[in-house]
Every structure is written in C-alpha cells, then in structure tokens.
C-alpha cells in the first residue's frame, strides 16, 4: 500500500507564493508516477501538474520530483483567487514486481487565495 501526505496548504493573498510538498510512503516496489490535482467548489477536479501543466497555469507553477525520496513539490507563484481549491497528490505504484499500477490519493491540502 502507498501513502501520500500532503503539506504547505494555507491562506495567501492574491500575487503571493505558496509551495505544496508531497511524501509517499508504505510498502510498494515502486512509483511510477506523480502529480497533483485540484478541486473547487462546484467544479470537477482538474489535473494541475503532471506529465502535462493545466493550461490555466500559463507558467505560474512548477513542479518538481525527487525520484529517491519519493517525493514531489508544487510551486505556485502569482496566485489568483481562482486558484481556491483543495489541492491533492496522486500517485501511480507498482505493489510489486509482476503487479499492475493502481493509484493513489492523499487526504488534500486547502488553498485559499484572497485578501
């Protein structure tokens, strides 16, 4: 099994920064790989970073992946209200050898932008 846990959520002020990190851990043969999602209210939750940026990033973020330690940051620049979500990591992991990749969710990290 793959645990994912989520940090750095928080309160900022439109055109401020904030840097999500996420940590897997648990006992697995490996992560394929990783990425973060994010929901608003009323809205369907939308990829933010992964294999591809979300185009309403238009470069803001940046994601970055330590492949050794299994973990993965976001960091977001010039935030918008719109960005208000709760932000969540997901990963793709091979229980084992000969397994198929099954994914996984962390809890979520709330970001609110406003001022």
């Known amino acids: 099994q793959v645990q994912l846990v989520e940090s750095?959520?928080?309160?900022?002020?439109?055109?401020?920064?904030l840097t999500l990190s996420c940590?897997?851990?648990?006992?697995?043969f490996a992560i394929i790989g990783m990425g973060w999602y994010r929901q608003a209210p009323g809205k369907q939750r939308?990829?933010?970073?992964?294999?591809?940026y979300g185009d309403f990033?238009?470069?803001r973020f940046t994601m970055s992946r330590d492949n050794a330690k299994n973990t993965?940051?976001?960091?977001?620049?010039n935030l918008k209200p719109e960005d208000t979500a709760?932000?969540?990591?997901?990963?793709?992991?091979?229980?084992?050898?000969?397994?198929?990749?099954?994914e996984y969710w962390?809890?979520?990290?709330?970001?609110?932008?406003?001022?």
Request: net charge negative.
């Open 72 to 77: 993965v940051t976001l960091q977001m620049n």
């Open 106 to 115: 962390g809890q979520g990290t709330q970001v609110t932008v406003s001022s």
């Open 8 to 17: 750095g959520g928080g309160l900022v002020q439109p055109g401020g920064s």
């Open 46 to 52: 939308e990829l933010v970073a992964g294999a591809e």
């Open 23 to 28: 940590a897997a851990s648990g006992n697995f």
């Open 86 to 102: 709760i932000y969540y990591c997901a990963a793709e992991a091979l229980l084992d050898r000969d397994g198929s990749p099954i």
């Open 57 to 59: 990033v238009k470069g």
